[in-house]
């Protein structure tokens, strides 16, 4: 496309984009690291120093429209030089107002810290060695067919049901969790906003779960779920552990699965990459953050301007919407030398912000490396000669994949792979 055709396109309805959204990136670049699209007025960060700024200036911009950004609907003007007392009169009436992602200092600060107490280190050490089991439950499914759609195959059902053991769901229970969260696999709305429905399920059984625990304990995870209590010593409302919960499903199912299969593609393309970590698995970590860097699930996250500010030289007005764009940030050449590479020898393979940066970094993102490392281990362990099955992809230069319909969450919609069995 020609730049006077980006020109005309409103990137949050441009669904043409979102299959390769890239040059359009580098369409945005082109007009500066911090740059107001004309559509929506939100100022589009795509340098990673900015975006950098952003995160770490939470006195300024708050996450109250993480999720909404410019399309929020206020009762009033956005006015004046602090709009703090707006933003808490009203941020309630926002899309998600009840989710960690959308909380500021100082409730953010006792919610997140709730929530870290329920991901412990001994937790996650438990939660892992079912990871290795599971990962092997999903492969016997396919591995005698020697092909699978990698999504619907193992990475929708394995991140899912790694967040109900994690959580403690009942063993009985977690079948009926599958059918209601993937039971229709696309969990946004055209808008690109998340659908309700599937959190309803969610509040429904977290809040039967927590409440009968705290009436009758028993020695397992989801007790300790429903007595945590706040880092003051004060005791949670049921409601309050009912939304972290909840919101791990949200936050942690579909980023992660489309991580994994990222990463399946990438082996499947190229032989060389898939040979190099087959003969040195201590690849495998260098593998999945270049994966996340280029192909970050969560493409970006609104913030909203508290006061005026200057972001990489542009003055920015209290109120107005930034879209940190991570997507592009990870692919500043300023910051990634050939960042449309993947490179298993970057030196600062770790700077990538595929998990955000700051208050608000994903609480989730050792358990999606553990479920990554502990997924390409195995599959490279059981599968020899993974390929890109050509009979639904195409060949090699002509490739067709389908991606996520959506700007926030980037990821195939399905991967179908050949390999060997390994005996
Ligand atoms: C590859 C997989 C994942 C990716 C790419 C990802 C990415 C992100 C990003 C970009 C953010 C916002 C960070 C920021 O604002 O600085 C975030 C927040 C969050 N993530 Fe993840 N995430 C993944 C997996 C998970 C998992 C497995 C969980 C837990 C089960 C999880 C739980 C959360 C939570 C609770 C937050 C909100 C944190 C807060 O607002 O304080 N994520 N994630």
Request: charged share 25%; proline share 7%.
């Amino acid at each position: 496309m020609s730049n006077a055709e980006f020109d005309g396109l409103d990137f949050f309805r441009a669904k043409e984009l979102y299959n390769d959204p890239y040059p359009f990136y580098e369409y945005l670049r082109a007009h500066g690291p911090v740059w107001r699209e004309p559509h929506n007025g939100a100022v589009m960060i795509t340098g990673y120093e900015e975006a950098m700024a952003v995160y770490t200036d939470t006195a300024t911009f708050s996450n109250c429209n993480s999720i909404a950004g410019p399309f929020a609907k206020w009762p009033v003007p956005l006015e004046g030089d602090d709009i703090s007392a707006i933003i808490e009169e009203y941020r309630d009436l926002l899309p998600f107002s009840d989710q960690l992602p959308t909380f500021d200092p100082p409730r953010h600060t006792a919610h997140r810290a709730l929530l870290m107490r329920l991901i412990t280190p001994k937790r996650l050490k438990e939660n892992e060695e079912f990871m290795w089991w599971l990962a092997d439950q999903r492969i016997d499914g396919f591995i005698d067919r020697g092909e699978c759609e990698f999504l619907g195959d193992f990475a929708g059902a394995f991140t899912l049901l790694v967040v109900a053991d994690l959580l403690g769901v009942p063993e009985e229970d977690r079948e009926t969790f599958r059918e209601e969260l993937q039971g229709d696999r696309r969990p946004t709305s055209n808008t690109g906003q998340m659908v309700h429905k599937p959190l309803e399920f969610l509040y429904d059984r977290f809040t039967t779960y927590i409440e009968d625990r705290r009436r009758n304990p028993q020695n397992d995870v989801m007790t300790k779920l429903a007595t945590a209590p706040f880092p003051d010593g004060s005791t949670p409302e049921v409601k309050d552990i009912m939304l972290i919960a909840s919101n791990l499903f949200a936050a942690g199912g579909e980023t992660t699965a489309r991580l994994l299969v990222t990463m399946l593609r990438f082996l499947g393309e190229d032989p060389d990459l898939q040979e190099r970590v087959r003969a040195d698995r201590e690849l495998i970590p260098h593998l999945i953050e270049e994966s996340l860097r280029l192909e970050s699930p969560l493409q970006g996250e609104f913030k909203l301007a508290r006061v005026p500010v200057e972001v990489g030289g542009v003055h920015l007005p209290a109120g107005t919407s930034v879209f940190v764009l991570n997507g592009a940030a990870n692919r500043d050449p300023r910051q990634f030398d050939d960042p449309a590479d993947l490179r298993l020898d970057r030196p600062n393979w770790r700077q990538h912000l595929g998990f955000g940066f700051g208050i608000h970094t994903c609480a989730g993102a050792p358990l999606a490396r553990a479920e990554a490392r502990v997924t390409l281990e195995r599959v490279l362990d059981r599968m020899g000669d993974i390929r890109i099955d050509e009979s639904v992809h195409g060949p090699a230069g002509a490739r067709a994949y389908d991606y996520t319909q959506l700007y926030l969450l980037r990821g195939l919609e399905s991967l179908h792979l050949t390999f060997t069995p390994i005996s």
